[in-house]
């Protein structure tokens, strides 16, 4: 099984040695502990012995550097190691803004999670997308722009970026590509969603349209965005609930399509999991929610002299950090809300980053 060595109060030259006889170590660490009488290393802090087959000898020097290894054997990694635990991490990017008029939604920013472990003394660099922001109305065929990247890096940890969510288009664009693809504007298609591939996909197409008509749905981390029927907006693809914070919340929906005026119905495209409504009328449509990644709510389209309402930009990402209690360091930068006593279990920190930060382990 896992253990845990308690080292005694030494003298110099006071001699231990450790062998992992059964060849388990790299699956049942042991971890050696100086309960708050003497250092290892120089350091108060835990270590581990995680190396199948090692053995080592760790000798006491002083009282300033404690107990330190001297000699080991069947070595491919440093004898003692510090102690490692599981972080999980969700990665939301910013959505798209809407385009100018008869405008598809935006694209809801990329989701993605991940499951790391991470040893003590890590510094993780947490990035946080902005959305992007609207194409004014006046500018009929100017599309969106796209969300920002979110990402989380640091050394030893698998990079996690995820992509800004493709801009709705405008009057006769397509929508962009990204996290997930912008909705069509009148009669063209969406913006391809996964772009660049990922495995989990982090979010679907934005919908496209065949006819003269409002625009199409931004597509969403659960679903593409719908396509737009004559007159009506398509409605925005769904987004993902996750409880990693403490609590659900929905995250990285697409953004729903505007209206086109006209004499059939004119009905704008609804949207979920914090992506914006579109415009039904002169009314402005529904930005993105700040920190969900949603996709503005695209701009509506005048017909025989009708009024339009602007589109909407894209909400802001998000980047969620969970771990044990016992595991968290405290050492933050950039201002996250820091939770403990989350999850299930009652027995977790969260750190909520709304804006670029770090998190040293």
Not at 46 to 54: I, K, S, Y
Not at 163 to 180: K, Y
Not at 243 to 268: E, H, L, Q
Not at 337 to 346: E, F, K, N, P
Request: hydrophobic share 25%; glycine share 30%; proline share 3%.
């Amino acid at each position: 099984n896992a253990c845990t060595v308690t080292l005694p109060a030494g003298s110099v030259g006071d001699t231990i040695e450790l062998v992992d006889y059964a060849g388990t170590w790299d699956t049942n660490n042991v971890t050696l502990t100086a309960d708050g009488s003497e250092k290892i290393k120089g350091s108060t802090d835990d270590w581990t012995l995680n190396v199948e087959r090692q053995g080592v000898k760790i000798v006491y020097v002083d009282a300033t550097q404690g107990w330190e290894a001297i000699t080991g054997v069947n070595e491919t990694a440093p004898a003692l190691n510090p102690p490692t635990y599981s972080v999980d991490f969700l990665v939301v990017a910013g959505g798209g803004g809407s385009g100018g008029q008869y405008a598809g939604g935006g694209g809801a920013g990329g989701y993605r999670t991940s499951t790391q472990t991470v040893s003590a003394g890590t510094e993780i660099t947490v990035t946080v997308g902005d959305g992007g922001a609207a194409a004014a109305y006046t500018d009929a065929d100017d599309p969106g722009a796209n969300g920002d990247d979110s990402s989380i890096s640091g050394s030893g940890l698998t990079t996690i970026t995820s992509t800004g969510g493709g801009g709705g288009a405008g009057n006769g664009d397509s929508g962009a590509d990204g996290g997930s693809g912008g909705g069509g504007g009148n009669g063209v298609p969406g913006g391809s969603g996964n772009t660049p591939s990922t495995d989990p996909s982090q979010g679907n197409d934005g919908g496209s349209n065949t006819s003269a008509s409002g625009g199409a749905g931004g597509g969403g981390h659960a679903g593409a965005g719908a396509a737009a029927s004559v007159f009506n907006g398509g409605n925005g693809g769904a987004g993902t609930d996750s409880s990693i914070s403490g609590s659900s919340v929905g995250y990285a929906g697409g953004g729903g399509g505007g209206r086109r005026t006209g004499s059939g119905s004119t009905v704008a495209g609804t949207a979920t999991h914090g992506g914006g409504a579109g415009s039904a009328g002169t009314a402005a449509a529904t930005a993105g929610t700040v920190n969900t990644g949603g996709g503005g709510g695209g701009a509506s389209g005048g017909y025989s002299g009708g009024a339009n309402g602007q589109g909407g930009d894209g909400g802001k990402g998000v980047v969620v950090l969970s771990m044990p209690d016992g595991d968290y360091s405290g050492t933050t930068t950039g201002s996250p809300t820091v939770a403990t006593g989350q999850g299930g279990g009652s027995d977790t920190t969260t750190l909520v980053f709304t804006g670029s930060g770090t998190y040293t382990t």
